[in-house]
């Protein structure tokens, strides 16, 4: 966590600090900040009373017990500032309007077969002017931006999504941020999905336990995001926790092909687009990851043995990553049903007691807290960031980047 200074020049910067450490302690007194922060009393109070003045933070009644009077606790007001999330996904695109407080107060989903960038244009642009209208005139001046999570490189994988050469061509020619910028008036901040879903487990889910984990994210394809010391680790390239290509050893499901180069990929065998192929391969039809329950008795043995392969694979590749990362966890999540999440994480925990090495230090396998909704919350949390988190550096640089890497 951050540290304040005591300087009368960064106020605003003292401002952002404690936002932040009121946000991870959910609730705190005046004096908690100030030990929180390393801020003088003086100096906390100052902030937090103009901070209760703007509406950024509330009380939330007194904690009694101790000597003298009972203290003050104040917390976040959810209705302090909103932000709109925007999830690019390969099959599907998510929005959803979010308060300051992390919750979600309306949420638009559009489904697809590929993904064409004018489609997404046009469906973004409509999202963001309906979600905007969902706020009455009042709280209108409170949305501070927009944030899209999207994968990089979204029309790299041809043969996996099925898309023809020309539409993969106009995702290498588009410049999708400054088309995205172009359909409103508000600011429009980019993130890879994964990276952005890890930092809204950082801010709202289990990132309030652990400050130094490998989050994984298990969906039409898969990748992660790196946080260490409580802070999203992006890389040069901004794309640390890429796990698609990940080398892994071949997989044992007859529904996978035989690997085209020297090596299988986590791609291929830890992925709901593995798991399609899978029940498809034996004569089971899906569309998303939604009808599985539909499915689910007559589709059970095969669901498990992907969820066996999918747990070695993620083994040999968590084993990987501890071999160059000191981690306190790895957490997993997926747009998986609930119970699938749990059984798959139980695999590996179970097998990473088993098949660690000596003189490797396991990491805590742990299920994400956020769900499906990850990579959505991670988009709208990228506004709040820029607006309100003492290091912008962090996540953004600050506004559209010249050109998203699609």
């Not at 064409?116 to 209108?140: H, M, T, Y």
């Not at 990089?152 to 995205?180: C, H, P, Q, Y």
């Not at 008036?185 to 130094?212: I, M, R, Y």
């Amino acid at each position: 966590m951050g540290k304040g200074s005591n300087s009368s020049g960064l106020r605003r910067y003292n401002e952002r600090v404690l936002l932040t450490a009121l946000r991870k302690a959910g609730t705190a007194s005046k004096s908690d900040l100030a030990r929180l922060t390393n801020l003088t009393p003086q100096a906390v109070t100052r902030i937090v009373d103009e901070l209760e003045s703007t509406g950024m933070v509330m009380r939330e009644g007194r904690r009694l017990g101790g000597k003298g009077q009972p203290s003050i606790m104040y917390t976040i007001n959810p209705t302090g500032a909103y932000s709109i999330g925007i999830k690019v996904g390969r099959r599907n695109v998510e929005l959803l309007l979010m308060d300051f407080g992390g919750n979600i107060l309306k949420k638009i989903c559009q489904e697809f077969e590929c993904p064409e960038p004018d489609f997404l244009l046009r469906n973004i642009e409509s999202g963001i002017e309906n979600l905007s209208a969902e706020l009455v005139k009042k709280d209108q001046s409170k949305l501070v931006g927009v944030g899209i999570a999207m994968p990089w490189f979204i029309g790299a994988w041809t043969k996996e999504l099925e898309m023809s050469d020309t539409l993969a061509n106009e995702w290498r020619e588009i410049n999708f941020a400054e088309e995205v910028s172009k359909g409103t008036h508000l600011p429009v901040f980019f993130e890879n999905d994964c990276s952005a879903a890890a930092v809204a487990e950082l801010q709202f889910g289990k990132g309030t336990e652990v400050s130094d984990f490998l989050y994984i994210f298990v969906g039409t394809f898969i990748g992660g995001g790196l946080v260490l010391n409580s802070s999203l680790e992006t890389g040069v390239h901004g794309n640390s926790g890429n796990l698609a290509t990940m080398p892994v050893p071949a997989s044992k499901l007859s529904s996978t092909p035989e690997p085209e180069g020297a090596f299988e990929t986590l791609l291929n065998r830890a992925s709901l687009f593995g798991l399609r192929r899978h029940l498809r391969a034996n004569q089971i039809n899906i569309n998303d990851s939604a009808d599985l329950l539909s499915v689910m008795d007559q589709a059970r043995p095969l669901i498990q043995e992907w969820l066996d392969d999918c747990a070695d694979a993620l083994l040999y590749a968590i084993l990987s990553a501890v071999s160059v990362l000191d981690l306190e966890a790895v957490i997993i999540d997926a747009h998986l049903p609930r119970f699938l999440l749990e059984e798959l994480v139980e695999i590996i925990s179970r097998r990473m007691q088993q098949a660690a090495p000596s003189g490797v230090f396991k990491p805590q396998i742990m299920s994400g807290k956020i769900g499906i909704n990850a990579i959505a919350i991670g988009g709208a949390i990228l506004p709040f960031y820029s607006n309100f988190a003492p290091d912008k550096t962090v996540l953004l640089k600050g506004g559209v980047p010249e050109r998203v890497p699609v």
